[in-house]
């Protein structure tokens, strides 16, 4: 299995302002995912974050709002910009290895 | 694009008693399909998974059927344990693990 990290596991945001979410994973992988996981509520894909091309993003995510980098083949960023109240939740960042996916901690982010 | 069930989405079973988790799916080109547990404030953590070319996968206490025909598989877990009290999400992916699509999650609770 993969030993995935994410920080900050939680934070508390002002409205307007941007949050940087960091995923580490202790092996190279070729494709990472980030996740939005709503209180009591499945798991939505944000993006796919393949190392030398841009994200893929899903239908009703996009990139000003989600921008992501993915420098190398261990870690990746996630923004969540310009937060409000409605981007309150769970971010989980996860990785593609050898048919299975693996997830981290998740970032728990409130935005007041 | 792939539409995953899970039922139920609530389930109270006695300690030592099995609990059943069934889902379905709509996209025959789907063959990988994965359990994961998420207890409270942490990941999705893989429990089991199971490849459309495999009927049955047990370990230990927990076993995966998958009908592939039907397009339905279940997660079966014998001789609960308090511990194994958590919220489990199905999921459902193609072989390149680019399209990942999880089920809505069943709320499990063993009863001491």
């Known amino acids: 299995s993969a030993v995935i990290s994410q920080k900050p596991s939680r934070d508390i945001c002002q409205r307007g302002t941007s949050l940087t979410i960091q995923c580490q994973v202790d092996?190279?992988?070729?494709?990472m995912f980030w996740y939005r996981q709503q209180p009591g509520q499945s798991l939505t894909l944000i993006a796919t974050a393949n190392q030398g091309s841009e994200a893929t993003y899903e239908s009703g995510f996009v990139i000003d709002k989600f921008p992501i980098s993915r420098p190398n083949l261990t870690f990746s960023t996630l923004t969540v910009s310009n937060m409000s109240p409605e981007d309150s939740s769970i971010y989980l960042c996860?990785?593609?290895?050898?048919?299975?996916?693996?997830f981290g901690p998740g970032t728990r982010l409130t935005v007041l | 694009g792939e539409n995953v069930e899970q039922h139920p989405s609530t389930l109270s079973v006695q300690e030592g008693d099995s609990a059943v988790i069934k889902c379905t799916y709509s996209d025959s080109a789907s063959n990988y399909f994965p359990w994961y547990k998420q207890e409270l404030g942490k990941g999705p953590q893989l429990i089991i998974d199971?490849?459309?070319?495999?009927g049955e996968k047990k370990d230990q206490r927990i076993a995966v059927t998958l009908n592939k025909t039907a397009k339905h598989f279940s997660l079966h877990i014998t001789e609960t344990q308090p511990e194994d009290s958590a919220v489990y999400f199905c999921a459902a992916s193609t072989p390149t693990g680019n399209q990942f699509y999880f089920g809505t999650g069943t709320s499990l609770t063993v009863i001491p």
């Open positions: 996860s990785a593609w290895r050898g048919y299975e996916q693996f």
């Open positions: 092996s190279q992988v070729t494709m």
């Open positions: 199971i490849r459309s070319n495999v």
